[in-house]
């Protein structure tokens, strides 16, 4: 069964970097899956920040695009986000998931396994 | 504002029948997969729904979701006060390159 857990700091200074990273456990970063960051801030409703692939392919919401890094290290079974500059507006709970695909059917996109979450405040 | 529209919040009494909305476009619902996340209060979204129509393992067979054009829903039967939650729709956009949710809905079991 696989297993998706946050790890990072809960605080961060206006300005600087959020990196979060998630630890994965019972999946093997298989072709088809996408491993993703989705956010929500407090009282509001989802919002999908990026993915990366088993190969480091990345894709990014293009409201974020320009601050955010996504990268994949399968030697310690993990993922990790990076969000520069960041201001009171990036303070949410970060989810990450794990986005499962087929090779012959490219309308099927699902985020099937989530992470508990980590709430990140972004605050002096 | 979200690109996938949902009402903000829907209530019906126990034992009846409610419908979740989700209007999109032809990028996202009109390509591609719907999938219907439940999140109780406190808790991570769970999937519900997946491929438009499809339960995983465990789900309910109350819940389940259909997709037409550019809309999706969602409708649960029999309600129950652990049916209380807000319910988000969800598509991948080949527009935009990603994920795109709705708003949310507030489900209230009167």
Known sequence: ???????????VRPSGTLSLTCGVSGDSFSTYNWWAWVRQPPGKGLEWVGEVNHSGSTNYNPSLKSRVTVSLDRSRSQFSLRLTSVTAADTA???????????DNLSYYVLD????????TVSS | ???????????AAPRQRVTVSC???????GSNGVNW?????????????????????GVSDRFSGS???????????GLQSEDEADYYCSAWDDSLNGVVFGG???LTVL
């Open chain 2, 23 to 29: 209007f999109g476009s032809s990028s996202n619902i």
């Open chain 1, 93 to 103: 709970v970060y989810y990450c998931a794990r986005g499962q695909t087929l090779p």
């Open chain 2, 37 to 57: 996340y439940q999140q109780l209060p406190g808790m991570p979204p769970e999937l519900l729904i997946y491929y438009d129509d499809l339960l995983p393992s």
């Open chain 1, 1 to 11: 069964q696989v297993q998706l857990q946050e790890s990072g700091p809960g605080l």
């Open chain 1, 113 to 120: 396994v989530w992470g508990h979450g980590t709430t990140v």
């Open chain 2, 1 to 11: 504002q979200s690109v996938l529209t949902q009402p903000p919040s829907v209530s």
């Open chain 2, 67 to 77: 997709r037409s054009g550019t809309s999706a829903s969602l409708t649960i039967s």
């Open chain 2, 104 to 106: 949310g809905t507030k």
